[in-house]
């Protein structure tokens, strides 16, 4: 995904270009994520970074909601809105632990609130949350709906118990007009993962945790030869269930049959399209109605190449209001050139850092590489796995600096070599700890770049799919928030936790390449009372004095492990 290789920089020249009042006063410049990457330019301060809002000691209210789900079909008859009443330093209303009628005086703990469409009287929902709670789900009735491509726009109106403190904010949801030919993908907005459904699902919502590839076909219009390919892309067992179809061919080819006979998952591939919005309509409008089309992808490294910031966004908003049923996903390459801007233009956000062989020394454009000077492939990398959960918490505080909702983030695993960046491919090992680390940040979708690749990295991630896209880990992974673990041994070890009901998943990382020889114990954060699988891994894990313990954690390996849980109350 670099197309300045391919390309040179002719186009990188055009791109700057268009984008010079946006992004920067060098507009002739050679840049990538705003940085020059030839030599003989100057070293200069790039832009663009996201920063936390100053913070003056000042305690602000932040309500925020979203419906549950980003949309809501016909048949379906409740719908929910998650909550958020979070103590802010940066964002919301003026807030102090106080709340007074003038004669009685209490502590301001809770907000008494009420959720209405706007215009209306009647709430959809009148309830309490306690101040600084977060992710609170709120049910109410859709039956008096009309379906409609329209949303509903909502308000909730929020107060202390004594009214001397007022919050409203605003949102909106969507209940559409079911499509039962087609498929449609709903984002879950407080755990941010996606569901699906088509006719294979019996029309019923199912989750999906989509694991890919950006995948070539060739072109074919043979019918027998699509096929063949997507037979090809999942030969090796149940693991790949989706792929972002790179295709420069028409959007009638038989492939699309295949792909949608098969039950292969696709995200639609706009990206020569996206800047030009006649183009991307009539390309939304041809594919928009099939069975396994599960989303579009419009922009690749739009940071990197320094397209217009409106770009993305009017592409984005072209196609929700063509085909409202399929969320638009966008890949972000640098580590933060304007991360407010691009992320502005998608629903799904993937991110592409590729460590793995790179080297930062002596790029192949005759720069060193820097937070203000070069491109080596990787942006502000350290060349190791572990640019990779840097990079999504990253991209997770930005959201945070900004006071925006997070998006669902993929990651997109470096699966190639070449290009004079990177020196080799991945590891089988590297290949699993990097998927392993982005899942613990919360990552809800694999898409690696790009297949065909190695038999061996083929297999190896055939493998992982066919596990984490599947029951018991599938439910972990998108039925709710990864939290870190601390494990006491090296830095490079890595931990974290998910828990659904009466059972907790573990997933156990060594990110780096020596061996831990001696008896590794895990303290859990909840006590177990058995232990259930190792879905993952192949160690020979166990509780021991209610410890997570395995005698030998060899270099670059990952595990997860499903324990049972105490229940109280
Ligand atoms: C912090 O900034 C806000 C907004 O400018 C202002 O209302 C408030 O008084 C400031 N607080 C302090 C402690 O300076
Ligand atoms: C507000 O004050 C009450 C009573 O002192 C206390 O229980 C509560 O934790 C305080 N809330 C916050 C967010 O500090
Ligand atoms: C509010 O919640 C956040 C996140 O859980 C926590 O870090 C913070 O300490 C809480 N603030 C107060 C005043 O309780
Ligand atoms: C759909 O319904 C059919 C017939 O009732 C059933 O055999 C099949 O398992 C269902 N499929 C799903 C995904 O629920
Ligand atoms: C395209 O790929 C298919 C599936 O791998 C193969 O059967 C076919 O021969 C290829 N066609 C061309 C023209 O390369
Ligand atoms: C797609 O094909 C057209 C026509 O062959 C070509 O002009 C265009 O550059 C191709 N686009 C990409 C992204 O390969
Ligand atoms: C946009 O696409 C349309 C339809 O493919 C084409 O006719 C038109 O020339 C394109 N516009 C530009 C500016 O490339
Ligand atoms: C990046 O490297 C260039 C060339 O060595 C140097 O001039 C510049 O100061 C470096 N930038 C940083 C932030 O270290
Ligand atoms: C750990 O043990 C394995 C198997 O006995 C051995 O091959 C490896 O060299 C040891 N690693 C370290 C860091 O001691």
Redesign the pocket.
């Given at each position: 995904m670099r197309l300045i290789t391919l390309i040179s920089g002719l186009l990188t020249l055009v791109a700057t270009v268009t984008a010079q009042d946006e992004t920067g006063d060098h507009p002739n410049w050679p840049r990538w994520c705003g940085k020059v990457y030839e030599s003989g330019y100057p070293s200069f301060e790039p832009g663009g970074h996201t920063t936390a809002p100053p913070d003056n000691g000042s305690t602000y209210l932040y309500v925020q909601f979203k419906p549950r789900y980003s949309i809501y079909l016909d048949g379906e008859t409740t719908a929910s809105f998650v909550v958020n009443a979070a103590l802010s330093p940066w964002y919301g209303g003026a807030w102090t632990n106080s709340t007074t009628d003038g004669t009685a005086t209490q502590p301001f703990t809770d907000l008494v609130f009420s959720i209405n469409v706007a215009g209306n009287n009647t709430p959809l929902v009148k309830s309490s949350i306690s101040i600084n709670e977060t992710g609170i789900e709120f049910e109410f009735d859709l039956s008096a709906f009309e379906p409609s491509l329209t949303p509903y726009d909502v308000v909730l109106s929020g107060s202390s118990v004594y009214e001397d403190h007022i919050d409203t904010a605003a949102s909106s949801f969507l209940y559409l007009p079911d499509n039962p030919s087609g498929s449609a993908t709903k984002i879950d907005n407080l755990n941010g993962g996606l569901l699906f459904k088509n006719a294979a699902t019996n029309n019923s919502f199912v989750p999906l945790l989509p694991y890919g590839y950006y995948g070539w076909y060739?072109g074919?219009t043979v019918p027998a030869?699509a096929d063949?390919?997507v037979h090809?892309y999942t030969s090796n067992g149940e693991g790949l269930n989706a792929i972002i179809a790179l295709a420069n061919y028409t959007d009638t080819n038989p492939v699309y049959d295949s792909m949608d006979e098969f039950g292969l998952h696709y995200m639609f591939d706009l990206r020569s399209s996206y800047k030009n919005l006649t183009e991307t309509e009539t390309r939304v409008n041809t594919i928009k109605g099939r069975s396994s089309l599960f989303a579009y992808w419009t922009a690749d490294e739009p940071d990197g190449q320094q397209v217009p910031f409106n770009t993305t966004p009017a592409a984005q908003s072209l196609i929700h209001t063509l085909d409202p049923y399929h969320p638009v996903a966008i890949t972000l390459n640098c580590q933060d050139f304007y991360f407010g801007a691009y992320a502005a233009g998608g629903d799904i956000l993937m991110a592409d850092p590729y460590p793995i062989g790179t080297s930062y020394a002596l790029s192949k454009w005759g720069t060193t590489c820097n937070a203000t000077l070069g491109d080596c492939g990787c942006d502000n990398c350290a060349g190791t796995v572990q640019d990779v959960p840097s990079r999504l918490d990253d991209l997770a505080m930005y959201e945070s600096w900004l006071g925006r909702w997070p998006l669902p983030r993929f990651f997109n695993p470096q699966v190639f070599h070449g290009e004079d960046y990177w020196a080799r491919d991945p590891t089988p090992g590297e290949a699993r700890v990097m998927n392993a680390l982005a899942f613990s940040r919360g990552a809800t979708g694999i898409f690696g770049w790009t297949w065909p690749s190695s038999d061996v990295l083929f297999a190896t991630h055939s493998e992982m799919a066919a596990v984490v896209t599947a029951s018991p880990v599938r439910e972990f992974l998108l039925g709710g928030k990864a939290e870190p673990l601390t494990v006491e041994g090296t830095e490079l070890l890595d931990a974290a936790y998910w828990v659904q009901g009466e059972r907790m998943m573990v997933s156990v990382v060594n990110g780096g390449y020596v061996d831990v020889n001696s008896t590794l114990a895990v303290e859990l954060p909840v006590a177990a009372t058995g232990f259930e699988a190792v879905p993952f891994g192949g160690l020979s894990w166990r509780l021991v004095s209610g410890r997570l313990t395995v005698d030998r954690l060899p270099a670059m390996s990952s595990s997860f492990i499903i324990l049972g849980l105490e229940v109280t109350g």
């Open positions: 060739n074919s030869e063949a390919f090809e």
